[in-house]
């Protein structure tokens, strides 16, 4: 099994004609995705790679005849609210949001209806999420040869708050022979639709899922979030995590500006080593380097 995709997921790409989501689109298709529909308004009646096109979301859903379970929003940021919005209240529960640079506000409003409405969001600024074997919705893994090498099903998930590190951390396990049960790259935004803490309980109900695998940086409270809920759902689901940007922390670093803006450190209680603490206080095993992370998840599962 896996969590949140099947064999029968369905899905639609939001602002399909743009040139990643081609790119997107064919990636997907080939790994074995059902891709049921794209939408970008004043392009109904246009294909791609097979796919056909709708004004709306309404008409994609119309088309198809039944629910679509989930949604790949890739469109300009000015405009992603409406996107998302626009898939929720069509009865899409699964939303994942590549886009980066929305404006925090627009993406608390997407989480807010998200959570009112029954429905999840991933990302934004992410890759997506892929079951090996299953699906991938996403950018996640790239083509499709190049992900079915990195994602071999097993029995480890993992979660990301950079895109690139999940395939990395997946190929790492893959090659360990431990392989990956569900990879999610949750995005690297300072808000974001679903959390460490928010997945977690998915993995636990997931009989596929023996371990888990995080990969995380300075800054935000998503893993205080994490130890929280392991605490209080009396969590004993083995957790290894790899904590970069371990550097920052260093007096010579104060007042840089680092890639993703869950990075930004708001007090010695956002820093690595604080996190890395707190992480190991909770019983979650930390690495310094991502080669260890086979090894570590090995001797918790006791394989």
Avoid at 109 to 128: H, K, Q, S, T, Y
Wanted: with cysteine; charged share 25%; hydrophobic share 40%.
């Amino acid at each position: 099994m896996s969590i949140l995709l099947n064999e029968d997921f369905t899905f639609i790409v939001q602002g399909i004609t743009g040139r990643e989501a081609v790119n997107l689109t064919r990636e997907c298709l080939d790994f074995g995705s059902s891709i049921v529909g794209g939408v970008t308004p004043g392009r109904k009646g246009r294909e791609v790679h097979g796919v056909p096109v709708f004004d709306t979301v309404e008409q994609a859903v119309e088309h198809h005849g039944k629910p679509i379970d989930g949604a790949v929003a890739t469109v300009p940021p000015a405009f992603t609210k409406d996107a998302v919005f626009e898939a929720i209240e069509n009865g899409i529960k699964l939303i994942v949001v590549v886009t980066e640079r929305i404006p925090r506000r627009d993406v608390a409003e997407m989480v807010e209806l998200a959570d009112e409405r029954g429905a999840r969001i991933i990302g934004p600024n992410c890759l997506g999420l892929i079951a090996p074997g299953v699906a991938k919705m996403g950018g996640i893994g790239g083509p499709a040869k190049d992900a079915a090498k990195a994602y071999v099903a097993g029995s480890v998930g993992v979660m990301s708050r950079s895109g690139g590190m999940t395939t990395e951390i997946s190929s790492t396990l893959t090659a360990a022979g431990l392989g990956v049960s569900t990879a999610v790259s949750i995005g690297g935004d300072a808000i974001i639709g679903s959390t460490y803490a928010d997945l977690m309980p998915l993995f636990e109900e997931d009989p596929q899922t023996e371990a888990i695998v995080i990969y995380t940086e300075p800054g935000g409270r998503m893993e205080a979030e994490l130890v929280e809920w392991r605490e209080e759902a009396g969590s004993t689901m083995p957790i290894v995590a790899f904590m970069a940007g371990r550097f920052m922390d260093d007096e010579s670093m104060k007042g840089m500006t680092f890639g993703h803006a869950g990075t930004i450190v708001e007090g010695k209680e956002d820093s690595a080593t604080e996190k890395i603490k707190r992480l190991e206080s909770a019983g979650i095993t930390v690495v310094e380097r991502i080669d260890e992370i086979p090894d570590a998840v090995k001797e918790r599962i006791g394989a």
